[in-house]
């Protein structure tokens, strides 16, 4: 009797490590790029909620549309005649992405208060030598997009009509780019906010340590930042920048999102041109999808580039000012 009750125990024990192990292949085949299996060593590159399609990460399971340019599909509620806009269906969105007529964005409003903050750059990081001026910077308090700006968010009343024309038809959760120095700035002023600067840039990216990467010292893996999507490591054939939002484990201490990879950012810098001063350079930061070298992510890597550059690899997010005591 003891003998047939520990075999059934040892049969049950078996079938739950099955079902356990069945699970979890089910979730990573839905997580993970149809037709072939997540970057080696990193087996979730999405957050969660996100699914892969060859080098993004979508906020829905559809393949990637047939419009090109690697992009996500886009599902809203279709408008009926025979309902009202209160009854219509609205799409489901991972977290941090929220609803909205123009499918899966970023919330029209989410920033962080990066407090005062000094940090010594350059000499903690033997990789910056020769390559960083050391310096000290010190910055805040202000408040910073918690994410870069996104398709969507380019295409408000006030901001400038060529930009919402040339970015029209891509999926609104994707990362802003092809929108050049001047460009961002007027965005940003069209959402109440203005650039930040290049040392506010650096310490909310680096904090007070300084840390190498946004989320720390260590481990440059692709769960934590869309890069290496274009050669490798972490995809293959990427034409732009990954989905806002969609890599949550490369967040700072204090929330901020994508500082490293997806797109480079632009900053204001001392000397940055004026509206029609060209030509001239102006400065990003942060790297992007399309950068091979985890040590390029790193927050004292900085690269000038001209301002009238609109490119797949340069976008921005917006800082606002806030009142002190």
């Known amino acids: ?34 037709g072939g299996a997540p970057p080696a060593g990193d087996e979730v590159p999405c957050g969660e909620g996100f699914f892969r399609r060859g080098p993004r990460c979508c906020p829905t399971p559809e393949p990637l549309s047939k419009l090109g340019d690697g992009l996500c599909n886009v599902i809203v509620a279709s408008p009926s005649s025979s309902s009202s806009p209160e009854s219509r269906p609205v799409p489901t969105c991972p977290a941090p992405l929220v609803p909205t007529e123009r499918g899966c964005d970023a919330p029209e409003r989410s920033v962080v208060r990066v407090p005062v903050t000094t940090v010594l750059i350059g000499p903690s990081d033997w990789e910056a030598e020769g390559r960083v ?21 380019v295409r408000c009343p006030k901001c400038p009509p060529k930009v919402v024309e040339r970015l029209g038809g891509r999926d609104a959760a994707r990362a802003a780019s092809y929108v050049d120095f001047h460009e961002a700035r007027a965005i940003c002023a069209a959402r109440g906010g203005r650039l930040p600067t290049e040392d506010e840039w650096i310490v909310a990216a680096a904090g007070d340590k300084p840390r190498r990467y946004p989320w720390g010292d260590t481990g440059a893996v692709c769960r934590r930042a869309a890069w290496g999507l274009t050669r490798g490591p972490c995809g293959k054939g990427a034409t732009g920048p990954d989905t806002v939002g969609a890599h949550p484990d490369g967040a700072t201490p204090l929330g901020l999102q994508d500082l490293a990879g997806n797109v480079a950012e632009w900053v204001e810098a001392p000397g940055a041109c004026e509206a029609g001063a060209e030509p001239c350079l102006a400065v990003v930061r942060g790297g992007s999808y399309d950068t091979d070298l985890a040590t390029d992510l790193r927050t004292w890597v900085r690269s000038e580039v001209p301002a009238s550059s609109a490119l797949a690899t340069i976008g921005f997010r917006c800082a606002y000012d806030v009142s002190t005591p």
């Open 1 to 34: 009797m003891k003998k047939k009750l520990a075999s059934k125990l040892v049969v049950a024990s078996i079938l739950i490590a099955m079902a356990l192990v069945a699970n979890a292949v089910v979730k990573r085949a839905m997580r993970s790029t149809p």
């Open 133 to 153: 001026r050391p310096r000290t910077v010190k910055a805040g308090p202000f408040e910073l997009d918690r994410f870069e700006v996104s398709m969507g968010h």
